[in-house]
């Protein structure tokens, strides 16, 4: 109580306001290190008293959104408390700069596409800056990989600074000396250590295989990067004719582009209709190449003609097939999308190759077109279906559907096929807290379902360059078994640039030599290690050992799949441990038709405007609002939730004003029975708010702490505002001590969420920042909580009569008589003269023996006019 003493420090604003309250504020936290990480004290408490965050580094390539905002204010307000319970916060910054989408940015922003065999050019001066969207690919100006990765980083620095001025706004209480960024000198080299160490241990592995494409990008695509887009179709029925020349076998195919790379036709071993051909052989319309019939669970008996041509690729189940069935590789497709010059081995007749030529060099969608007239012609197309709906994998960022191509490519291993692995990872998924607990399970479906290792690398420019060279043999072609490592000790190195141990410039690209890996990595590969770049992993050893593993992993439901799973991957490999204590997992957020925001369906909403508009603590409000994992509906045109927080912001500021403005006399105490029942009800709304913390339940911590407030605000200072103005009253100091306490305690109650109001009222009559104030404690007075349960009730139940009369609510009244249950005309009876003030009541009269309080009689006072 000793704290509720001091005087105001003022000044306090003639009117309070919102505006200017964002720009004064985060210059002052800066300038007071308010936020900053005590590595000393860390050191001092040990990891027990240090609460770390692996925040989300968001991608540097574009701009912010609302929902970033959203789940971004979670991560702060739950910061926030932990750093009033004491803890010594390390709360840092990422930006995750490399990618394919910074890539297209890039092109799109600056005009050019990168060329690997341009020479670089000094001082070079980009054709656009931020107006060739409208460029077709054919007329960007070829650059330099060097060119282009310096562009790359010009254009991220900026987003970088754009992106940490709208968080700044947004309060969050970041250390921003502790960022780091994916494309950073010191993440190459932590990315490059982590992988050689996979290497080492036997879970990095290359493989020459089937891999998803996009066309656009050039690049390869991971599991966890795909998804489903409703794509329009027709089914073609073709004839097969039987090798011993009985008949034909008619399929349904989706896709009879890629009848030249069929391998089988495959039907479902219960499939009584085809049982018989199992063994057989047909040959394949146009190109008359002979391929087996062969049985496979995963054919679909319900699904066109029940037999299904494997060609490869057409989708994941002809891999499947593939694979589990030992079929051979026919690719037509190369990497542009487009099918290659050369046919598949197998096609020798004249009329084969001749159809085949006719295809080579289209695209999908003209292949499609002219084989279809081919089948036509010969008489093997039986039927084309009418159009419908199906789906089709696409890259999440891409534009076409994926193609598959044969690659060369790197992997780690995830445990798709590793049954202890997935064991280990499901292990650690239990053995953390999950907010809310419901989450776990899309991580176990997710880890569960896995098809397949992770695909990491990438044919594409601006990332991390996977550090491994390859010995050429004595033809200059790569020896994939003789793999060349750096030592850890020069990283990070670019393989295009530096040479491995052994060896001389001269000896690249020659016979005997070497010749550099020239993929780069996923950005996930380096994402999956934000604890470890933040922390200081084989870096600072001090520091890592205090933040690791972390308190708190936020993130968005959507990338479960992704960086989660990746980050928990990458750990239990490394260390055998969860990275994090507890996964706090944020909802989408979705525009008035519940339809989720995201860039691609338009919907989108930036946060500048509304912040600028209604304000940062009014955003924060309605962001505080939703529980984790739920989603929240957000309307630009009518933010009903952000007017209720503004409301409530201006509310804190004009309510601590009117509060510090009773003098509080040396040596008060809490004395009366209204004052001790209003802290006693604080004190239980302090430990639900603190126990709603501490289940990451910020909503709830929110919900009871504003349902108190506006108690405070329209029921117990009305109250008490006349005897704590009247210094003749012997309970004025009981009442002044009870609102400074209570002011106090508010306060902080509410800091976490209205960072800016709270602390522009606490700078009224408090030294330092409410934000590294110690959160509230319950009092422990020994009082009924009843006393203001039942005086707020009878005073609504006074201004609902005066409303009924149509009279003021400062009119006068002559006499009242309430009825009530015996316990709660006790405790009116304790509060009765603040009672009888705020309701301008000259005799009241308390009857016991009722039930739900009740006004019995009410006479109002003749007023002057009358």
């Not at 509304?610 to 505080?624: E, M, P």
């Amino acid at each position: 109580m000793a704290d509720a003493l001091r005087p105001a420090r003022g000044p306090i604003p003639d009117k309070p306001a919102l505006e200017g309250l964002e720009q004064k504020w985060d210059a002052a936290w800066s300038a007071a290190g308010t936020y900053l990480f005590d590595r000393d004290a860390a050191m001092s408490k040990g990891r027990a008293g240090v609460f770390s965050v692996d925040t989300p580094p968001p991608t540097a390539s574009g701009s912010l959104h609302i929902g970033h905002v959203f789940s971004y204010t979670h991560t702060d307000i739950t910061v926030r408390y932990e750093r009033m319970r004491g803890k010594t916060v390390f709360y840092p910054m990422g930006w995750d700069d490399n990618g394919l989408p910074t890539e297209r940015r890039v092109q799109n922003f600056y005009g050019v596409r990168c060329d690997p065999s341009l020479p670089y050019t000094p001082d070079f001066t980009p054709p656009f800056r931020g107006d060739a969207k409208s460029l077709k690919p054919a007329d960007q100006q070829p650059i330099s990989r060097r060119n282009f990765i310096e562009l790359c980083e010009e254009l991220t620095l900026e987003d970088e600074k754009a992106f940490e001025s709208v968080f700044r706004q947004l309060g969050l209480s970041v250390d921003w000396t502790q960022t780091y960024r994916t494309i950073s000198d010191e993440t190459i080299r932590t990315s490059q250590l982590a992988f050689l160490r996979n290497l080492e241990r036997g879970e990095a592995y290359q493989s020459l295989a089937p891999t998803l494409w996009d066309i656009d990008f050039r690049s390869a695509i991971a599991q966890a990067e795909l998804e489903d887009r409703e794509q329009p179709a027709a089914f073609h029925r073709v004839a097969f004719a039987k090798s011993d020349g009985s008949g034909d076998v008619c399929i349904e195919t989706t896709r009879p582009e890629l009848l030249a790379a069929c391998v089988a036709l495959v039907a479902h071993p219960d499939d009584e209709r085809y049982q018989p051909l199992f063994g057989s052989t047909v040959r394949t319309p146009l190109f008359d190449v002979e391929v087996p019939i062969l049985a496979h669970p995963l054919a679909q008996q319900d699904k066109g003609s029940g037999i299904a041509m494997i060609c490869t690729f057409g989708d994941v189940t002809d891999i499947v097939w593939w694979r589990e069935l030992d079929l051979p590789n026919r690719t037509i497709l190369g990497k542009d999308g487009r099918v290659i010059a050369e046919a598949p081995e197998v096609i020798t007749g004249e009329q084969g190759k001749a159809a085949y030529a006719r295809l080579a060099g289209k695209t999908v969608f003209s292949a499609r077109k002219e084989i279809v007239e081919l089948l036509d012609a010969s008489g093997r197309l039986e039927s084309v279906s009418a159009p419908f709906q199906h789906a089709v994998k696409f890259y999440e960022k891409g534009d076409r559907p994926l193609e598959i191509v044969s690659t060369r490519q790197w992997y780690l291993r995830n445990g798709a096929r590793d049954e202890t692995l997935r064991d280990t990872l499901i292990a650690l998924g239990q053995s953390m807290a999950w907010h809310p607990d419901f989450m776990r399970v899309r991580y176990e479906n997710w880890t569960n379902g896995l098809t397949g290792d992770w695909l990491v690398s990438r044919q594409r420019y601006f990332g991390v360059p996977i550090p491994l060279w390859y010995a050429l043999d004595e033809n200059g072609e790569r020896d994939y078994d003789r793999v060349l490592t750096p030592d850890a000790t020069t990283l990070p190195v670019d393989p295009t640039i530096d040479v491995p141990p052994g060896y001389t410039e001269e000896q690249r690209g020659v016979p005997g030599g070497f010749d550099a890996e020239k993929d780069i990595f996923d950005t996930w590969a380096t994402s999956s290690l934000t604890p470890q770049l933040a922390g200081g992993w084989q870096r600072d050893d001090g520091l890592w050992n205090v933040v690791a593993p972390f308190d708190v992993r936020p993130q968005g439901q959507d990338i479960i799949r992704t960086w989660l799973f990746s980050t928990m991957l990458r750990s239990a490999l490394e260390d055998g441990r969860a990275p994090w204590t507890d996964a706090a997992i944020s909802g989408f957020i979705v525009d008035p038709d519940r339809k989720k925001m995201s860039k691609s369906k338009g919907n989108v909403v930036t946060p500048a405007d509304i912040l600028a508009q209604h304000g940062t603590d009014a955003v924060r409000y309605w962001a505080a609002s939703s529980r984790l994992g739920a989603d929240a509906a957000f309307d630009p045109q009518n933010p009903t939730q952000v007017k209720i927080g503004r409301r409530l912001a201006i509310k804190v500021l004009n309510a601590a004003k009117f509060v510090l403005s009773f003098p509080v006399p040396e040596g008060a105490q809490v004395t009366h029975a209204l004052d001790a029942s209003m802290l006693a009800t604080l004190d239980q709304v302090v430990r639900d708010a603190t126990k709603a913390f501490e289940a990451y339940d910020h909503a709830r911590m929110l919900e009871v702490t504003e349902s108190f407030f506006w108690t405070f605000c329209d029921d117990y200072l009305e109250l008490v505002k006349e005897r704590a103005y009247n210094q003749g009253d012997t309970g004025q100091a009981s009442a002044a001590l009870s609102l400074r306490i209570a002011l106090s305690t508010l306060l902080r109650l509410l800091a976490p969420v209205l960072a800016f109001a709270a602390e522009e009222a606490w700078s009224w009559f408090e030294e330092g920042s409410v934000h590294r104030a110690a959160w509230p404690e319950p009092l422990g007075i020994d009082a009924d909580p009843g006393v203001l349960t039942s005086v707020s009730a009878a005073l609504i139940g006074i201004r609902r009569a005066k409303t009924e009369a149509k009279v003021s609510q400062k009119t006068p009244v002559a006499s009242l008589t309430l009825r009530a249950d015996d316990a709660a005309i006790a405790h009116l009876r304790r509060a009765e003269g603040d009672l009888c003030a705020v309701g301008r009541i000259q005799s009241l009269e308390l009857v016991g023996g009722g039930d739900a309080l009740a006004i019995e009689a009410l006479a109002l006072a003749p007023t002057e006019e009358a």
